[in-house]
């Protein structure tokens, strides 16, 4: 069968033990999508919320790793990995002691602004080659690893045992559980690893709506019409549905719409336009739409013109013009 031109957001509860490109794959395949995307990866060890941008959908997939996530980890005390999870060698065992009754003292140390340095066994680019290269060629001290800025909005203790903690962390992008964990562990002066983590939330998405790739594999083999898609494709989420969820959303007349989707930006003091309340800042990523079709992103510059970010294909001002 032919692969289909389809556009949306697939929410998949990636199972631990694949990487994020099997599990895109594999959801391209059973959607027979033409392209398709993930909004940043989760590790094998990890599973959760992966978003798979399907289709048109790709094109807006960075908007998404700007958000915030969260997660529930579990940490382990007492032993210090090369990758700071279960699954590295280990660095040093220490004993745990007391280390358990100072948890929460640690822990408020890590909520707000804090600064981190990614693990070796990370996707980080350092002069244009991934951190874990260096890692696996035994290159590790060659390479300085530069610190983050990062934001742990709410860092929430769960549960507790003898030598386990679990906790949900609600962070800014760009943050490494893995490195949350390994820097409480060295807080409590034992060390920590990952022994287990869950991605469960990304902003703009609804939560609760995860569908595994079993789940899905189900409901393509019930079709009696192996070519009808119908229920399958109503499992996405439209993209423009769930930007607007965290970004401000603006209405533009047809005029105005033909040249931006060309390239061409548009304004100042633009007529016909629908504006949101609030104001928005110069360079905030808009959400497009005329005639109730999505058009893409767009910002407005220093000068207040309209500037075309990242947009649709020319499918989507034709369904605009055709609305009229």
Known sequence: MAKRSISGIFLLDKPEGITSSTALVRVRAIFKAQKGGHTGSLDPLASGLLPICLGEAA??????????????????LGRSTTTCDREGDTVIERPIGDAMSHL??????FRGPIVQVPPIYSAV?????????????????EVEIPERHV?????????????TFKVEVHCSKGTYIRTLINDIGEALGCGAYVSHLRRIGVEGLPEGQMISLEQLQQLADQRTDRSDFTHMDKLLIPTDAALANHMPVVTLPLSVAQPLCCGLKQGPNIKGITLPEQPIEPLTPIVVRCKGVFLGICHFDEKGMLVPQRMMGPDAIKAAEAAS
Do not use: M, W
Not at 59 to 71: A, I, Q
Not at 104 to 109: G, I, R, T, W
Not at 151 to 162: G, Q, S, V
């Open 104 to 109: 929460e003292e640690a822990l408020e140390h």
């Open 125 to 141: 680019k350092v002069n244009g080659k991934p951190l874990y290269k260096y890692a696996r060629q035994g290159r590790e001290d």
């Open 59 to 76: 094109k807006f997939s960075s908007f998404f790793l700007n958000g915030k996530k969260r997660y529930v980890a579990e940490g382990t």
């Open 151 to 163: 934001e742990i909005y709410e860092l929430k203790l769960l549960a507790k045992t003898e030598t």
